[in-house]
T-cell receptor
Framework: EADIYQTPRYLVIGTGKKITLECSQT?????MYWYQQDPGMELHLIHY???????EKGDLSSESTVSRIRTEHFPLTLESARPSHTSQYLC????????????FGDGTRLSIL | AQSVTQLGSHVSVSEGALVLLRCNYS??????LFWYVQYPNQGLQLLLK??????LVKGINGFEAEFKKSETSFHLTKPSAHMSDAAEYFC???????????FGEGTQLTVNP
């Protein structure tokens, strides 16, 4: 059972809409991450946070933004969705410290028409 | 810098046969190594991890992996495949200086009856 929750699980929406993907964890982890994954492909880190009010861009350039106002909450926002944003978005969290594994949510599958 | 190479994007085995999924890494510092499994429409689930100590690591669902520093490898094995093992498997490395993960491209395991 997951202690990290992503909503919605699936979203189909039109071009130009503002979208927020929610991610919450109940484990008290300071570190949180957003990955983008196309079907059957590798994961690409797009954003991460090491604590409240800390956010950094990941390895893959993304037009999305994130915020970290509360430890447990790490939402990702797309101001104006485009078809190129169609993908699966995975949220993860981990404890502070070396070698800590990341715990993943079930993902949001986003389709932009 | 660190990187992960998974040899074989698709592996097919018969039920009851040995499963061997290959992972080689490069890291300029001692690595932490992980194997994750992803079932369709789900996030990633941790199978096992190597941090320090014993080089043969046992994980969930009967999987194990051996860290071989001289070969820079961390191959995943299971003596007898089960139909429920069919999934995507990802190897990941984290440098000892941080917690960001670098993922391989994944290996899709098919189990034939």
């Amino acid at each position: 059972e997951a202690d990290i929750y992503q909503t919605p699980r699936y979203l189909v929406i039109g071009t130009g809409k503002k979208i927020t993907l929610e991610c919450s964890q109940t484990m008290g982890h300071d570190k949180m991450y957003w990955y983008q994954q196309d079907p059957g492909m590798e994961l690409h880190l797009i954003h991460y946070s090491y604590g409240v009010n800390s956010t950094e861009k990941g390895d893959l350039s993304s037009e999305s933004t994130v915020s970290r106002i509360r430890t447990e909450h790490f939402p990702l926002t797309l101001e104006s969705a485009r078809p190129s944003h169609t993908s699966q978005y995975l949220c993860a969290s981990s404890e502070t410290g070396m070698g800590q594994p990341q715990h993943f949510g079930d993902g949001t599958r986003l389709s932009i028409l | 810098a660190q990187s992960v190479t998974q040899l074989g994007s698709h592996v097919s085995v018969s039920e009851g046969a040995l499963v061997l999924l290959r992972c080689n890494y490069s890291s300029s510092v001692p690595p932490y190594l992980f194997w994750y499994v992803q079932y369709p429409n789900q996030g990633l689930q941790l199978l096992l991890k190597y941090t320090t100590g014993a080089t043969l690591v046992k994980g969930i669902n009967g999987f194990e992996a051996e860290f071989k520093k001289s070969e820079t490898s961390f191959h995943l094995t299971k003596p007898s495949a089960h139909m429920s093992d069919a999934a995507e498997y990802f190897c990941a490395v984290s440098a000892s200086s941080g917690s960001r993960l670098t993922f391989g491209e994944g290996t899709q395991l098919t189990v034939n009856p």
